[in-house]
């Protein structure tokens, strides 16, 4: 007589929506944290008087100095550039803000979790890429028409996401950078600083990117600030819908390979702090 052979039920496959569940969660909970850390950083009073002031300060600086040149042109170049490089600052903050971690003694739970640390990182100093959106859109809208840079009304909306954008792909610069600064956390503020003196310099900030030599300009074309300010400019400039949206289009594409990159940088700090016990205290 034939049998049939029989076959154990498969196991019920891991819903594919798994792991992207857990990494918003994992990301969720980091940017409680943040939020955690700003609030005691700040208040309303401090930040409107003390950060957002000086920020406005320093684009009126700037704006002054076009002024002083006689040039219209200049004057509104300057205003822009340095209004939008408010987000871009705020943003480098997660290279120190990163290598608080190390300090806090944070990094060896972190490397022998088994969630990924890059992930943790990114959400855990998201208060600085929104706190520098709103730094720089009131920059914009606040001193710009002081130095001729109006928004119309139907561009505000634009505005808001060109920005967002430019410190959302910024943030993915500063944690790669933030990546190799847990190496050396006395160096943080140094970085931090240079980096981002260096993006002020060669993103079309202060001077139009082919002021430099070609190879600086091929430099700053994987900077993803680079992007998000031409794009801005355009939109400023009233430019057609598709001469804003190509550059802000390179800003996302450069800032999704420095976060790819990031994530690796993390993965390979935390398999050599796994092996070596790297972290295992505090610096």
Known sequence: METQATTAPAAPAAPAAAPLARTARIIGYSAANAYADFRASYTWTSWTFGWLTRMLSQVCF???VGHLLGSPAHTRYLVIGNAVMACVIEA???VVSTGWER???????LAAAPGEMGWVMLGRSLQWPVSGSATAVVSLLVVG????????????????GLVLL??????????FVGAFVLAAPEARN?????????????CGAEVPVDFWPGWVGTAAAVLP????LAAVRALAD???????????LWALLTGAGWLAAALTAFRVLTARARATHAFGSAV
């Open 166 to 175: 430019t410190a959302a792909t910024t943030y993915c610069l500063g944690l």
């Open 190 to 202: 140094i970085v931090f600083n240079a980096s981002f003196l260096l993006l002020m310099a060669v």
């Open 103 to 109: 300090g806090h003694g944070t990094l060896p739970l």
């Open 92 to 94: 480098m903050t997660v």
């Open 225 to 228: 600030p680079t992007h998000g």
């Open 238 to 248: 009233g430019a057609p819908v598709a001469a804003v949206a190509a550059p802000a």
């Open 62 to 64: 700037f704006g002054l």
């Open 145 to 160: 028409p002081a130095f001729g840079v109006h928004w119309p009304p139907g561009r505000v909306p634009a505005l808001l």
